[in-house]
């Protein structure tokens, strides 16, 4: 379709195979192995050493109060049924906490509730 | 020439895509536009002259036409808008709302929202507006969008309604060659938003008398989606699927399928379009012939049928892009002419240009004229290449080798035309879509067949449709299995970053190679087919061999991500590797997902497939959310966490878990004194979490990393906050560093003396926020800005500048611009 001539299709023949032979040094290029990640240890170089704590106490982590269903927060001491139900309908209706302090909002929640749970919860 | 309209088209497109990227002031290019006009009267006996200016006047046209669509007129709403609107939470406490009044100009779209609570989404005709106790008259249009907590109000099609609410610019994420909302919007014509919280500040005044044929067409809609909902669960993907291929309406349609579609290449047949068009005048015309109506009645009725179920579809653009072409192609039969097809299709570009020129830049505009002047081009090209010629069509075999061929070639063409537009927009190639479409697009026509039998009869008689909804489910999930058959094949896609204008250049240089006779002549000269080809085949050379011999990076690049309220940052190595840290928000599969919006496709636009490592600072949402999609996709080597004990109520954090199990992904866990040196030329040092302890709080426990290249520094500090940093003061000089991730989105960090010393420690020459505009924690906090500002520190907010890119090399520190 292209009638080309002798020393035609000699540079066409030679551009093609250099094109191919490029493509293929980038696809080396591309599939070089993942980098093996190996963890080592440096000595912090502190003001305050502090000493490792022997016995690591195994702590349960916080309740998110935007994101927890109504079981989750009746893990709280101090919360039952009904408040729980209550804390997920007032997120319902209001959007979401913006600090764990507007839990207080809630019927029921009182100050000295809030303050028995206030280290137990998070509202990120 | 036979398409005399198809230069006008390009030219005029041309002058339209050109005022994107040059800015001047318009009378110059309004003077040009006269003069060349002017000059192509003049020399009107000399051709090749008078054409060229013709041309020249027109680009200049389209450069004045759609800069002057960009002005807004005096009264217009968004010219009373200020830059930045106060924070959507002040609301509640009665923040300087505005009232608006005005009609409500499409079908509202009810979406729920992730903390609960449902979002109604609606285009507003503006009529007037209250700002200080006074109404007065403004036009334009307005997105908005009304939450609803408590009780949700009816708004339709046509009500007038008065709204209070927050109004500001569109707020978007700005990251370099991703999608920009503000300028999505601003094709649409729209330059302002409004919110309005709660039914309370809703009045509905009226239900208007305009629109009476789009008032009946949305009932039809509405029914439609009914019935749909009767029959198949809300859940199931089909009840999506079916409302986006039979009324246009995507709010239901499940993104894992959607994602499958576009792995496939055949994900236009998820959007009512051409394809669609297609296929449904195929029905009618089909129905209508089998009557014995006479052609061009016949046609006259599909075209009026084909306008009023554009109406149905919710007048989206693709819809009425594809209705306008088929009644192009239509007058053209109609009076008589043996039309030219690109002509027809020049006609309804200038058509939809002119009516908003700034459509030019849909990236669904460009794809349907590209496929369609493709197929037009390409395919007697590859057919002749095929061999088809009409001649084959005695025996049977030879009439099926014919359909067949004939349709690899439209598809192929097809393809090959879309190709580097589909990679731009959606960063993936896909040779399977030449096959694909050739057995999903039958199907989805028998899939929209069968759902018209089962519309008329769930209108006459229960059982027969619940029969056919169980056909419709069988066709749909064959279509589905199929689909994900294809998208597992080998070779089906291929994910890549997007292509430079030089690669746009000369894959259509070479596609034209293709049709070009052998020579074409340019007033006297001669030029050979051949030479041509030699010149592109050198160019490509070019082009291939300077990407293989490229320097390799000689930096460590960190970027910052605008992922909205969250974190992502994509680190470089030097030579070779790259690392993520956290992903922003996300994880479920059926909401919003910054990774699949922001993260995966800045990765792969540069050119990153495989992700040496993946760090997760905590497993808060905003920062691990987004990790989900990322594991999904990408080819990661290890995923590296703080191993902490987590509450059972973070469903992400399993989903998490699960992943790194069944994708056999090494799983590392790093504290205080762990240090990685597996980079090129890079150590990075873990600060946090201290060893043995517990933590219960997420945000104190997250991961800390200095990276040092060189004599040069970056400090990432998750979200640590006031016991963290304490911790973090007892390494004094240790901490200092050039660059800085402030601790938690800039918010709050407890104590002010702990933070101040934590931020003298450091002393960054750059500090970076990664927090999003009107944020519901009021982040980030004005004295840490105050205070970093005040120790020679550049501070750049993700908020305000987009991406953030820092390089550091052996010469020093650069944030690129954008």
Redesign the interface.
């Given at each position: 379709m292209f009638n080309l001539e002798r020393y035609e299709r000699i540079i066409v023949i030679f551009l093609i195979s250099s094109l191919l032979l490029g493509l293929a040094v980038i696809a080396y290029q591309r599939s070089r192995p993942l980098i093996d990640v190996k963890i080592g240890h440096f000595t912090p170089d502190k003001a305050s050493q502090d000493k490792d704590d022997p016995s690591p106490q195994q702590t349960t982590p916080l309740v998110n109060i935007n994101t927890a269903t109504a079981e989750d927060l009746m893990g709280l001491k101090g919360i039952g049924k009904t408040l729980s139900r209550r804390i997920v309908d007032y997120r319902s209706q209001n959007g979401p906490f913006r600090s764990s302090s507007e839990i207080k909002n809630v019927k029921g929640v009182g100050e000295a509730l809030f303050n028995k749970i206030k280290d137990r919860i998070e509202a990120e | 020439m036979t398409s005399p309209l198809l230069p006008l088209a390009v030219s005029f497109c041309l002058g339209i895509a050109f005022s994107r990227f040059v800015k001047i002031p318009i009378y110059y290019p309004f003077i040009a536009s006269i003069i060349s006009i002017l000059l192509s009267s003049f020399y009107i006996k000399k051709r090749l002259i008078s054409h060229i200016s013709l041309y020249v006047s027109i680009f200049f046209l389209g450069y004045v036409y759609c800069q002057a669509s960009g002005i807004l007129p005096r009264d217009h709403i968004s010219r009373f808008v200020s830059e930045r609107g106060p924070p959507l939470?002040r609301l509640a406490e009665g923040g300087e709302t505005i009232f608006v009044r005005g009609t409500i100009k499409d079908d509202p779209v009810i979406s729920r929202m992730f903390?609960?609570?449902d979002k109604m989404s609606f285009v507003l005709d503006v009529d007037a507006f209250k700002q200080n106790g006074a109404w007065r008259k403004a036009g334009g249009q307005v997105k908005t969008d009304i939450?609803f907590?408590?009780n949700k109000t009816t708004l339709n099609f046509g009500d007038e309604v008065i709204l209070e609410g927050l109004i500001a610019k569109p707020i978007g994420l700005k990251n370099p060659g991703l999608f920009d909302y503000a300028k999505y919007l601003e094709s649409q014509n729209i330059y302002s938003c409004l919110k309005v919280k709660d039914k309370f500040f809703v009045k509905k005044v009226g239900t208007g008398e305009s629109g009476y044929i789009k008032r009946i067409a949305y009932k039809v809609r509405h029914a439609i989606g009914g019935l749909i909902d009767d029959y198949f669960l809300a859940s199931s993907p089909d009840d999506g699927f079916l409302k986006a291929i039979l009324i246009g309406d995507r709010s239901n349609l499940k993104k894992k399928l959607n994602d499958d579609f576009i792995k496939t290449g055949t994900v236009h047949i998820l959007s009512v379009s051409g394809t669609h068009v297609g296929l449904i005048a195929c029905v009618f015309m089909f129905l209508f012939a089998s009557i014995g109506m006479p052609k061009k009645t016949n046609i006259i009725i599909t075209s009026v049928l084909l306008v009023f179920y554009s109406f149905v579809t919710g007048l989206n653009p693709p819809i009425v892009r594809a209705t306008m072409m088929f009644a192009i192609f239509a007058i053209g039969y109609l009076i008589n002419r043996e039309s030219d097809l690109l002509n027809s299709l020049s006609a309804a570009a200038l058509l939809i240009l002119l009516w908003n020129p700034k459509a030019l830049f849909d990236p669904g505009f460009q794809m349907s004229f590209a496929s369609i002047a493709s197929i037009i081009v390409l395919t007697p090209g590859i057919d002749r290449a095929f061999r088809l010629d009409a001649a084959g069509k005695y025996s049977i075999l030879s009439k099926a080798r014919f359909y067949i061929l004939k349709s690899v070639s439209v598809s192929l063409a097809a393809w090959a035309g879309v190709a580097p537009i589909v990679s731009f927009y959606f960063n993936i190639t896909s040779p399977i879509a030449v096959l694909a479409n050739l057995i999903v697009i039958p199907l989805v026509f028998l899939a929209m067949v069968a759902s018209l039998l089962f519309l008329l009869a769930s209108m006459i008689f229960g059982p027969c449709a619940a029969y056919l909804a169980s056909l419709i489910h069988m066709i749909d999930h064959l279509l589905f299995f199929l689909n994900r058959a294809f998208s597992a094949a080998p070779f089906a896609y291929f994910r890549t970053p997007s292509p430079p204008a030089i690669f746009w250049a000369l894959y259509y240089a070479s596609l034209s190679l293709f049709i070009l006779p052998?020579t074409v002549y340019l007033k006297a000269v001669k030029i050979h087919?051949?030479h041509l080809?030699?010149a592109v085949?050198?160019f490509?050379?070019i082009f291939?061999?300077s990407?293989?011999v490229a320097a390799k990076r000689d930096a460590l690049e960190a970027t910052f991500l605008d992922v909205g309220q969250g974190d992502s940052i994509v680190v470089k190595f030097p030579k070779?590797?790259a690392l993520l840290i956290d992903g922003g928000s996300g994880g479920d599969e059926e909401r919003f997902d910054m990774a699949r919006a922001v993260v995966a496709p800045y990765l792969w636009n540069n050119g990153i497939?495989?992700l040496?490592?993946v760090i997760a600072t905590h497993f808060?949402?905003?920062h691990l959310g987004g990790l989900i999609y990322i594991l999904d996709n990408f080819?990661t080597?290890?995923v590296?966490d703080n191993g902490?004990?987590?509450?059972?109520?973070?469903?992400i954090y399993k989903r998490y878990r699960r992943l790194i199990k069944d994708k056999g992904i090494s799983h590392?866990t790093?504290r205080?004194?762990?240090?990685?040196?597996?980079?090129p030329e890079t150590k990075i040092?873990i600060?946090n979490p201290?060893?043995?302890?517990?933590?219960?709080?997420?945000?104190e426990n997250s991961v800390v990393l200095k990276f040092t290249y060189k004599k040069h520094s970056i400090l990432l500090s998750a979200d640590i906050n006031k016991a963290a940093i304490e911790?973090m003061n007892?390494?004094?000089?240790?901490l200092k560093s050039d660059v800085l991730k402030v601790p938690h989105h800039g918010g709050h960090l407890g104590d002010e003396i702990t933070a101040k010393i934590f931020f003298n420690n450091v002393s960054p020459r750059i500090s970076i926020i990664s927090v999003a505009e009107n944020n519901?924690?009021?982040m980030p906090s004005e004295e840490n800005i105050k205070f970093i500002t005040s120790l020679n520190s550049r501070t750049y907010m993700t908020k305000d500048s987009g991406a953030i890119d820092i390089i550091l090399t052996s010469s020093g520190i650069r944030k690129n611009g954008h």
């Open positions: - | 939470a903390y609960g609570g939450y907590f408590k052998r087919k051949r080809s030699i085949l050198l490509l050379n291939v061999w990407h293989c070779e590797g497939t495989k040496d490592a808060h949402e905003d080819n080597g290890c590296i902490a004990n987590v509450s059972s109520s973070n469903r590392l790093v205080e004194g762990d240090v990685i040196e597996s980079f040092f600060l201290p060893k043995g302890g517990g933590i219960p709080d997420s945000n911790r007892a390494y004094g000089e240790f519901r924690f009021g």
